[in-house]
């Protein structure tokens, strides 16, 4: 067992320790707050970035539907012409698609593989 003077003189070394310790980050942590950190905007310039964001993507979705509306409408205009006028290029149309989708989908596979080997 220790005598009682080492242990009390352990504790009270111990207890500096900590004291220096505890002062020492205070010391820092009072100069951490006084470092300049990067500023953020205004409240105002977010809204207005927000605001401009936003108007933004409605004209590009407005401009998106537009697109995809006239494309719609042509490929069903011709897929019904082909089909109500000359019914055997209606079916070579969709021979044709359905070969493409093969052919593409061949080709993507293919592409995974080599690049899976690549990394192997």
């Known amino acids: 067992m220790m005598e009682k003077n080492q242990k ?8 500096e320790d ?9 010391k820092e942590l009072e100069r951490f707050d006084t470092i300049d950190l990067v500023k953020t905007p205004d409240d105002n310039w977010f809204e207005q970035f927000v605001a401009i964001e936003m108007k933004r993507q409605k004209k590009q979705f407005r401009r998106d539907l537009t697109l995809f509306l006239i494309l719609a ?25 359905v070969a ?3 052919f593409y989908t061949g080709m993507r596979l293919r592409k995974r593989e080599e ?6």
């Open 73 to 97: 409408a042509v490929i069903l205009s011709t897929i019904i012409f082909t089909l109500m006028a000359r019914p055997f290029f209606f079916l070579v149309l969709q021979a044709a698609a």
């Open 8 to 15: 009390k003189e352990l504790i009270r070394k111990h207890g």
């Open 115 to 120: 690049l899976h080997e690549k990394q192997s």
């Open 18 to 26: 900590v004291t220096g310790t505890v002062e020492t980050i205070k």
């Open 100 to 102: 493409f989708t093969f």
